[in-house]
């Protein structure tokens, strides 16, 4: 299998982002958002899903968060098609369920080339420290419109909102390792029916 790594920039009035993914790294992250809390999250994206992932993002943030969350996702999407290629060799399907003290996520993905998202989380509050929580859907539905991924996401219990949002990005690094590993039965093809995905 050759180098899955891709490096993606995108520029528009509203932000300034640029990200770069090694699928077979070693979990090191580099994160610089403007947001310390987003930050944070990536970084478990990164080292549960052993990926290097670097992310640099300038955004309107005098405004709010929004355009530059949404385009990480969405960078991050691109970045992470790219790598993929045209998916031969890989397993497709990833799932996790991630415990942290009383929260409990699950996180299913199908790299279908369909992208869908059903995203099942009640956060216990509006914001955790400075960043609103709505966001993260934002970035989820960003992701999935451009890595083209079916993509659930099910917060099953949690009194603490940091701890499920951990949950959820700990469970999303890890379905998404698996669904991207390399399955040695498939040597090289397309698993799907139709032939392509």
């Not at 699928?23 to 990926?51: C, E, I, N, S, W």
């Not at 790299?111 to 609103?132: C, K, M, Q």
């Amino acid at each position: 299998m050759s180098e899955r790594i891709a490096e993606v920039s995108r520029d528009t009035l509203e932000t300034q982002i640029r990200v770069r993914i090694n699928l077979d790294g070693q979990g090191k992250g580099q994160f610089d958002t403007g947001l310390p809390f987003l930050d944070h999250m990536l970084d478990q994206v990164a080292r549960h899903g052993v990926v290097d992932l670097e992310i640099v993002a300038r955004g309107d943030l005098h405004i709010d968060a929004h355009h530059t969350v949404e385009d990480i996702g969405i960078t991050l999407g691109q970045a992470m098609a790219r790598a993929l290629g045209d998916k031969k060799g890989i397993r497709r399907y990833g799932h996790a369920y991630v415990p942290l003290d009383e929260a409990l996520s699950r996180v299913v993905v199908d790299f279908s080339g369909r992208p869908g998202l059903e995203y099942h989380v009640d956060y216990p509050r509006a914001r955790i420290g400075d960043f609103d929580v709505d966001l993260f859907g934002e970035f989820f539905q960003g992701f999935v419109n451009h890595a083209a991924v079916t993509l659930h996401i099910d917060n099953l219990r949690g009194r603490n909102a940091h701890h499920v949002a951990e949950t959820i990005f700990k469970a999303f690094g890890r379905a998404l390792r698996m669904a991207a590993e390399p399955d040695p039965r498939m040597q090289g093809t397309t698993p799907s029916t139709k032939g392509s995905l």
